[in-house]
């Protein structure tokens, strides 16, 4: 059994349901001590954050990752036991084997075998992991990073080993991501009779033609690393249950997934200008979960595509498509930030697996990218 398969069954082992940690992180702090790094606990109210660093000095090449998981879903719907991993045809169950304790195993013995092939490398090698990625993402790996700048404590180069590929290990790496901005909107009407609609003001019809207005809108045109921005309504809340009374409010949840093209004070502006546009009375509260990243060439881009090339024989895509994540937080410090990772077809899934294979080779990818950058 590989060092890395035999560690990713350790991990999955341990039911770290968000934002549980289960001990993940102080199974990693212990196996790294033996080769130099030392283990600094960050915990945040319920959140278990681990900032592992071996070195000193710049530039800093820094893992990142999480150790909570989502979880299970109904425990009669998996053919094994979703914290006992279990090898079936070639691929390993359970959760989080691609979402992503895989990652961590194998950039935790990749970390181990470099150092021990290169005790004098380069710059400084450091691992960031939360328990708080699959959660709100509050107490994470955000406020790792507010203590890191707190001191002044550069990241170089990231890799987050976010379950990147698609069809075959290494097919995509993500070079970047799309912003999230969220608005929680309430349209207030006044309540009636439906049969006296004169006496009552329907929220519903003073806002249908602002929503019509925001659907069909085009935001941007994206570039050449992104797509275009898009509004989309994922919830939609009013009346009293009768159908003989006119609401007094109306409940809008939307989110915006946008480039660089565009700026969330521009989104929200906007927004805001189209629904007084429209004569409406209402509230309007927005949460902002991540500036857009990108990180478009450099020595890291650089280093993962050349590894993929040795390791998967592929020219890798980059890609900023998908949701959100934690690289979110570590890009706008000025580090180039990267996602490579297994494949996500099972991710969040029952019966989430990885081809056991893939986590060697995901193994030697990291390996070589270490090799490429700090040898």
């Not at 130099?36 to 820094?62: I, K, M, S, Y």
């Not at 380069?122 to 699959?134: N, R, V, Y």
């Not at 170089?156 to 608005?183: A, F, H, M, Y």
Request: charged fraction near 20%; aromatic fraction near 8%; charge should be negative.
């Amino acid at each position: 059994m590989s060092a890395t398969l035999e560690l990713t069954q350790q991990l999955i082992a341990q039911p770290s349901v968000t934002p549980n940690d289960a001990t993940c992180q102080q199974i990693l702090a212990e196996r790294l001590h033996s080769v130099g790094f030392q283990a600094e606990h960050l915990r945040f109210q319920d959140v278990d954050n681990l900032w592992l660093r071996r070195g000193e000095e710049r530039p800093l090449f820094c893992f990142a990752g999480h150790t909570d998981v989502v979880p299970t879903g109904p425990l009669t719907e998996w053919n094994s036991e979703p914290f006992k991993p279990e090898i079936r045809d070639g691929l390993l169950y359970g959760r989080g084997a691609a979402d992503m304790k895989g990652s961590i195993a194998a950039f935790t013995i990749a970390a181990e075998r470099f150092v021990q092939d290169y005790p004098h490398h380069k710059g400084s090698i450091a691992l960031l992991l939360t328990s708080d990625e699959e959660g709100p993402s509050i107490n994470g790996t955000v406020k790792v990073v507010e203590t890191l700048e707190a001191r002044q404590e550069k990241i170089d180069w990231c890799l987050v080993g976010e379950p990147s590929s698609n069809e075959r290990l290494g097919d995509t790496i993500k070079n970047g991501r799309r912003g999230s901005l969220s608005g929680y909107l309430v349209v207030k009407g006044k309540q009636g009779h439906v049969a006296y609609p004169q006496r009552a003001i329907n929220p519903l019809h003073k806002l249908a033609p602002a929503m019509a207005a925001l659907v069909a809108k085009t935001w941007d045109q994206g570039n050449a690393f992104f797509p275009p921005t898009t509004f989309q309504i994922s919830n939609l809340q009013s009346g009293t249950g009768a159908n003989n009374v006119i609401p007094g409010k109306a409940e809008v949840w939307f989110n915006f997934r946008f480039s660089t093209e565009v700026t969330a004070d521009y989104l929200k502006q906007t927004v805001e200008t189209l629904l007084t546009h429209y004569g409406l009375e209402y509230e309007l509260t927005w949460t902002l979960s991540g500036q857009p990243f990108l990180t478009a060439t450099g020595d890291l881009v650089s280093a993962t595509q050349a590894a993929i090339r040795e390791h998967c024989a592929l020219e890798t895509e980059l890609s900023t498509s998908g949701g959100t994540s934690d690289g979110r937080f570590i890009a706008p410090t000025g580090a180039q930030v990267l996602e490579l990772g297994p494949i996500n077809k099972t991710i969040h899934q029952i019966d989430e697996c990885v081809p056991v294979q893939d986590l060697e080779t995901l193994t030697q990818l990291y390996y070589t990218i270490l090799k490429r950058l700090l040898a």
